[in-house]
Nanobody
């Protein structure tokens, strides 16, 4: 089994910054994709940013230039640096990863529990 532990959410004023972290642990042989999704009240979960094991990134248009995804493969950790935050960024942010467990031939998706980010004056 694989566990994802997120941290770094909180309350911030518009224009402020936050850094989210997510550590994967458990039965891990290798990790392919890591990233973040978010879900605002009354809305569907949406992609924020992802990063492959080869450091290829993908961003939602609404966050390009403000949010940056990165990863530390040695620590099985993915980060989301959020700058110039807007009220519209308020949501629960979920860590996402695809993991190949020891003894398995396939990668499986895993989700974190979510961390609240609130942008408000």
């Amino acid at each position: 089994q694989v566990q994802l532990e997120e941290s770094g959410g909180g309350l911030v004023q518009p224009g402020g910054s936050l850094r989210l972290s997510c550590v994967a642990s458990g039965n891990i042989f290798s990790i392919d994709l890591m990233g973040w999704y978010r879900q605002a009240p009354g809305k569907q979960r949406e992609l924020v940013a992802t990063i492959t094991s080869g450091s290829i990134t993908n961003y939602a248009d609404s966050v390009k230039g403000r949010l940056t995804v990165s990863r530390d493969n040695a620590k099985n950790t993915v980060y989301l640096q959020m700058n110039s935050l807007e009220v519209e960024d308020t949501a629960v942010y979920f860590c996402y990863t695809t993991v190949r467990a020891s003894g398995s031939r396939y990668f499986h998706p895993y989700w974190g529990q979510g961390t609240q980010v609130t942008v408000s004056a």
